[in-house]
C-alpha cells in the first residue's frame, strides 16, 4: 500500500510537554503506524516546507478499558517527534497556537 504524505501525517499533539518542546524546534505528531522515520521526515517537509534534522519514532499500545460489564481497548497509535534544522523556518500552523 503506497501512503501519500497527508497519510503518513494525521494529526499533531497539542499537550502542554509539546508545546514546550518547541523552544527547542522540536514538533510533535502522531503518524500512521507503518510509516518509518524517512518516509515521516520526508511527509514533513513536503507538507510543511521546513528542513528536518533528526526524527524521533514512539510505538503505543492501547490500554485495557473497562466500563461496568463491557471491555474495550484504546486504538494503538505511533507518534514521533520531529527537530527541524538551525536555519529552517518554524511550523506556522504551530506558531498561531503559542
Partial sequence: MK?????????P???EKSMS????????FIVHKDA???QIRN??????????????????IGKKKRVRFHQGK???FKKAIVQLTVNSKSIEFFNSMQ
Fill in 74 to 76: 484504546r486504538s494503538d
Fill in 36 to 38: 518509518n522515520k524517512i
Fill in 43 to 60: 511527509a514533513i517537509e513536503k507538507i510543511f516546507d521546513v528542513e528536518v534534522d533528526r526524527v524521533f519514532t514512539m510505538n503505543y
Fill in 21 to 28: 518542546l518547541m523552544s527547542e524546534r522540536k514538533y510533535t
Fill in 13 to 15: 499533539v497539542i499537550t
Fill in 3 to 11: 501512503l501519500t504524505n497527508y497519510d503518513i501525517i494525521i494529526r
